[in-house]
């Protein structure tokens, strides 16, 4: 056979063919290819017209093939299945962007984790890495493409995530063993918990108390090893409630009074204003960090 005896047809006849014949309708298969009802209808009948026979007849409000649009339909299926599979035929998937953010643990694990699935449900083109710093060591990833750091925000030329506030707290298992904890002065009969992080003195004095800062037991330079302990009922921590939330609102621990003092350093985002992918994941953030303060305050103002 020459190349003149061939009838090749279009590949846009043979697809309008196909889908109608799926589909039932022109109307049906031109949704699906993104083109007109007439345009679909126009294509079958240039088909029909090169091949000089009827592959379709109307039946009804409905559409139905004739004994030959049946036989040639297998073959037509045939075709574009392996025109398909053919991988140069095929779109190239985009590339997923890639983004690392490295956190201190107990922020990761109390404030990103429990919220990264509305991120990761709204973001699925970011192939999100998240990786644990350990703040009070200075030990961090220099590759990460945002970084969630405590400290002082001014001095990175950043701005705090959350304003959180401080509040003794304690389980109810050591308050059981302990002196009634009725004001600040009788935290002298209990063991305080201490973290270089958020030191006692500031509450100390907002309450009254000239007391230095507490010099004896083991010294956490991470906060949610400072709430573990607390939870063991080791001693009284002083917390964020943004940080130990589902524990108070458990009352896995207690709040011992409603004196409340800011904390000296915040938890803010470096480079203050990333781009690409780390832009949207730092609004992101932002406003998932804004809820848990609005949650923490509400709680505090329940307290009061």
């Known amino acids: 056979m020459t190349h003149a005896d061939l009838r090749l047809p279009s590949l846009d006849g043979l697809r309008a063919f196909e889908a109608v014949a799926r589909l039932g309708s022109f109307e049906r298969a ?11 209808s126009k294509r079958v009948a240039t088909l029909e017209e090169l091949l000089q026979t009827q592959l379709l007849m109307r039946q009804g409000k409905g559409l139905q093939l004739t004994p030959q649009g049946r036989e040639y339909l297998e073959q037509v299926r045939t075709a574009l299945g392996v025109l398909a599979a053919v991988p140069l035929h095929r779109r190239v998937a985009s590339a997923p962007q890639r983004l690392r953010v490295c956190a201190p643990p107990t922020f990761a694990r109390q404030i990103l984790v429990p919220h990264l699935e509305a ?11 998240l990786v644990l710093s350990i703040p009070y060591l200075e030990a961090r990833w220099s590759e990460a493409d945002l970084e969630v750091r405590h400290g002082d925000p001014g001095a990175a030329g950043s701005s705090a995530l959350m304003h959180d506030r401080l509040v003794p707290v304690a389980s109810p298992t050591l308050l059981d063993r302990l002196p009634a904890l009725r004001e600040p002065a009788d935290l002298r009969h209990a063991p305080l918990l201490r973290t270089p992080l958020d030191p006692w003195t500031p509450w100390f004095r907002a309450a009254g108390l000239d ?9 956490f330079v991470d906060l949610g090893l400072l709430l573990e302990a607390a939870v063991s009922g080791q001693g009284v921590a002083l917390a964020r409630p943004s940080l130990a939330h589902h524990w108070l609102t458990s009352s896995t621990l207690v709040p011992l009074f ?28 932002q406003g998932a960090c804004a809820e848990v303060e609005r949650r923490a305050a509400e709680w505090l103002s329940g307290r009061a």
């Open 211 to 219: 007391w230095p800062e507490p010099q004896q037991g083991p010294k």
């Open 119 to 129: 991120y990761t449900r709204a973001h699925p083109e970011v192939e999100l890495e």
């Open 30 to 40: 031109a949704e699906e290819l993104h083109v007109t009802a007439s345009a679909v």
């Open 258 to 285: 409603s004196l409340t003092v800011p904390a000296a350093h915040a938890y803010y985002l470096v480079p203050p204003a990333p781009q690409g992918a780390a832009a949207g994941f730092a609004a992101w953030l």
